[in-house]
């Protein structure tokens, strides 16, 4: 993460996101989490369902091949990355991104000691323990600890961040993937909302 400005994929990620329709109408704070939450509880499903991501077939069949257009990178993408739990944990960050840009929420890059901490405080749970700690953060530091939302976002990222490096999950690779898949979808990407 040491090369890494959570600033600048903040803006990527809201810059999309205005781009295909999501920001057209004021929503709540609490929409937002909701669907953050949502994509949480698909890595769950994920996991449970064993679908990891293929880094090695997408690099061979997209990184080491040619041609390197949308429509290749696309389809290897769909056919690699697309609904793993890596995945599923990149759309987390990538909605917990988007809203602090939508809220101009600065965030600070995670020093690697408290990736580190974040990492430390999964051991002993299991996936899902630690997807619920993530999910119910929130409503926990509100409170509990009276903490602000702009507090809450920068815990909840850090806490996805730290779970990913338990698992050895390169999640900024796998959010700039995501990134990429997601500028060349269609508007509200084939969704109402």
């Known amino acids: 993460m040491n ?5 600048e994929l903040r803006n990527r990620a809201y810059k999309t996101a ?10 709540s704070n609490e929409h937002f989490l909701c669907l953050i939450i949502s994509r949480l509880m698909k890595a ?50 990538i909605r917990l991104l988007d809203l602090a840009g939508l809220r101009n929420i600065s965030i600070d890059d995670f020093p690697e000691e408290a990736i580190y901490g974040a990492s430390e405080s999964c051991v002993g749970e299991t996936f899902t323990e630690s997807i619920y700690a993530i ?11 009276n903490y602000s939302f702009e507090s809450q976002i920068g815990h909840m990222l850090l806490s996805i961040f730290g779970l990913a490096k338990h698992m050895n ?4 690779w796998h959010v700039e993937q995501k990134m ?7 508007k509200l990407n084939g969704k109402r909302y």
């Open 3 to 7: 090369n890494i400005n959570l600033n």
């Open 18 to 27: 205005c781009e295909h329709g999501f920001h057209d109408k004021e929503l």
């Open 44 to 93: 769950v499903e994920a996991d449970r369902k064993g679908k990891c991501a293929d880094r090695e077939s997408f690099k061979s069949s997209y990184e080491n091949e040619e041609p390197h257009d949308d429509a290749n990178f696309k389809y290897c993408f769909e056919k690699y990355i697309k609904d793993t739990l890596p995945d599923e944990l990149s759309d987390a960050v």
């Open 135 to 145: 999910s119910t953060l929130p409503i926990r530091y509100f409170y509990e600890y």
């Open 169 to 172: 999950i390169d999640l900024i």
């Open 180 to 186: 990429r898949y997601n500028e060349l979808r269609p």
